[in-house]
């Protein structure tokens, strides 16, 4: 890794020289930034290094020229007396043939509308002041160092990615920056920061923020009744897909601390949003299905090789059998059982059959 640094920082170095001229109308710092992810993907890990770092240049390199070409056509009193909006501005810029300057502004305009910027020019030059970062191109530094064991450097960049999340092209990254924080946490031993990070994720969660969602779905598990597993699935919806993951985790982080009522609080979350998840994604292939009990709604899954890697890539399936585990250890048998014996049966992926028919196996006696 040290090596690698070394490199970087002399590559850095010559590339402090670099200019962009003004025929530059491909963005340097994306291409730049498509070439990290490519060097990524073959685990070339130093070439990524060195793309990423000069994406990270040619972003700021880019929105400073921008910045100053907008400030110095904008200087003009002619321009000034136009006032704020946009197309104010753009029609006195198009009679100086000042093209450049209403070039960055339409260009904007495009891609974020003009609503964004509530059509104020001004309100585009803030913007443009903080979007010197390239906050995706940090989260790849952040993943390589995270790869080679670096934590303290991976978390730095993690974190410098996350203050700049609002400019992230794609919005739902800022989920995956938070779930490597979150894992550089469990990494090096520090539950409690795990624990924090986790919960970040569903700080903006109505799901979660849904007491009277989260009581409901406790009751019908309580209730053990020989209907209570269909009934869950019948009755309850949610849809925070991107925290999946963080309710299984946090589930099993409560379970191993003995919070035992917290995890089954956030296993029936994990569990009912992927179900929500993968029977929308049914609807919308099959128009002829209709949810009728778990065993069909397993069954219909089974048919999707893509919803069976979504569901194992985002501890859809595992969420499940983590239910079930929990009911039966808070004494909802009845529930757990109908549940686990659906799961070894139909449910798509091999191990958590098998860890069904364990947990059926070692189902405490009736009395």
């Not at 990270?56 to 921008?66: A, H």
């Not at 794609?170 to 920061?193: C, F, H, N, T, V």
């Not at 659906?342 to 059959?353: D, G, K, M």
Request: with cysteine; charged share 30%.
């Amino acid at each position: 890794m040290k090596k690698i640094v070394l490199i970087s920082l002399i590559i850095s170095a010559c590339f402090s020289l670099y200019a962009a001229d003004k025929k530059d109308k491909l963005d340097a710092s994306v291409e730049a930034y498509r070439m990290a992810i490519e060097a990524m993907d073959a685990q070339e890990y130093g070439k990524a290094l060195k793309y990423s770092e000069d994406a990270i240049l040619y972003r700021k390199q880019r929105i400073e020229n921008q910045i100053n070409t907008l400030k110095n056509s904008l200087s003009a009193k002619r321009v000034q007396a136009a006032g704020d909006h946009f197309d104010a501005v753009l029609s006195v810029l198009d009679s100086r043939k000042e093209y450049e300057t209403a070039s960055i502004i339409n260009y904007y305009i495009k891609k974020k509308g003009s609503d964004y910027f509530e059509d104020s020019v001004t309100n585009l030059l803030k913007y443009l002041e903080n979007s010197k970062d390239f906050p995706e191109a940090h989260k790849i530094i952040g993943d390589i160092y995270k790869l080679e064991g670096e934590y303290t450097y991976a978390e730095e960049y993690y974190l410098m990615a996350l203050d700049k999340a609002d400019v992230l092209d794609i919005p739902d990254e800022k989920y995956e920056i938070l779930y490597m924080l979150a894992d550089i946490s469990r990494l090096e031993g520090d539950l409690p920061k795990m624990e924090v990070r986790l919960l970040n994720i569903l700080a903006e969660d109505n799901n979660f923020r849904d007491s009277a969602l989260k009581r409901s779905m406790k009751g019908t598990i309580a209730s053990n009744k020989k209907d209570s597993m269909e009934k869950f699935f019948m009755l309850y919806r949610a849809d925070s897909y991107k925290c999946i993951n963080a309710y299984n985790q946090l589930a099993e982080y409560y379970h191993d601390a003995n919070q035992n009522e917290k995890a089954l609080e956030y296993a029936s979350l994990a569990a009912i949003t992927s179900f929500t998840r993968i029977i929308e994604i049914l609807y919308s292939r099959n128009s002829g299905y209709e949810y009728v009990n778990l065993e069909g709604f397993m069954q219909e899954a089974s048919f999707y090789d893509d919803v069976i890697e979504w569901g194992s890539r985002n501890s859809a399936w595992k969420s499940f059998n983590i239910l079930a585990s929990y009911s039966t250890e808070a004494g909802y048998t009845n529930f757990s059982t109908a549940l686990l014996r659906v799961i070894a049966r139909y449910t798509p992926e091999t191990y958590w059959q098998r860890d069904a028919v364990l947990q059926l196996e070692n189902m405490p006696l009736a009395n």
